[in-house]
């Protein structure tokens, strides 16, 4: 079966500071890969998404960018941190066009 | 563009009773996909149910049902005998058939639901 990791599981960054956070897929191979970000009390707002390795796209300009370096591997990067980065940050993953399965996810508090 | 609309903030039922939420959406798409996601305080996503949009039989999942009005563009999830453990947030999500690969969703902004004991 597949399984989704993240970690870290939560963040806490002073502003300015650079961020990583990593998410694996488990059990499948080629997977559409994606990352949200949900604010409190709020829906999730798509980031990026990807479709093989190196192929990402951008659905909001913002500070932050991704990566896929491997397959099943998804990377959300930013090189200085900004208050408004906080949030919850969840990946997901698709088998091409059906439903999307999603990750424990990351509690990041900027300060 | 497509927009998932959760009108309802806040809803409450009592334990073993059924309960209905809301969602609306404005698409000039015929095929796709509708889901209901579930947010337990724990913020994983976890997938409810899903409904394809070719299907006129309304999807079931034990004690998960939808009534989905095409024509209305209206999906409601009906949640029969509620649980405690039914507690969550739930989002409705629309998802339109790409020929490609990318199956990207849009999410309402949710409903916080409370089941009392």
């Known amino acids: 079966s597949q399984t989704i990791h993240q970690w870290p599981a939560t963040l806490v960054q002073p502003v300015g500071s650079p961020l990583s956070l990593e998410c694996t897929v488990e059990?499948?191979?080629?997977?559409?890969l994606y990352w949200y970000r949900q604010a409190a009390g709020r829906g999730l707002q798509l980031l990026f998404y990807s479709v093989g390795i190196g192929q990402i796209s951008s659905e909001v300009p913002q500070n932050l960018s991704a990566s896929r370096p491997q397959d099943r591997q998804f990377i959300l990067s930013s090189k200085k941190l900004l208050l408004s980065d906080s949030g919850f940050y969840l990946c997901a993953w698709s088998a091409l066009s059906y439903e999307q399965y999603f990750g424990p996810g990351t509690r990041l508090t900027v300060t | 563009a497509q927009t998932v609309t959760q009108s309802q903030p806040e809803m409450s039922v009592q334990e073993a009773e059924t309960v209905t939420l809301s969602c609306t959406y404005d698409?000039?798409?015929?095929?796709?996909?509708l889901f209901w996601y579930k947010q337990p305080p724990s913020r994983q996503m976890i997938l409810v149910i899903r409904q394809e949009a070719y299907k006129q039989q309304n999807a079931t999942e034990n004690r998960f049902s939808v009534n989905f009005q095409k024509a209305a563009k209206s999906f409601s999830l009906k949640i029969s005998d509620s649980q405690l453990g039914d507690t969550a947030m739930y989002f409705c999500a629309f998802m339109k058939l790409h020929t490609g690969a990318n199956s990207k969703l849009t999410f309402g902004k949710g409903i916080t639901l409370s089941v009392r004991p």
């Open positions: 059990g499948t191979s080629n997977p559409n």
């Open positions: 698409t000039s798409e015929n095929n796709y996909y």
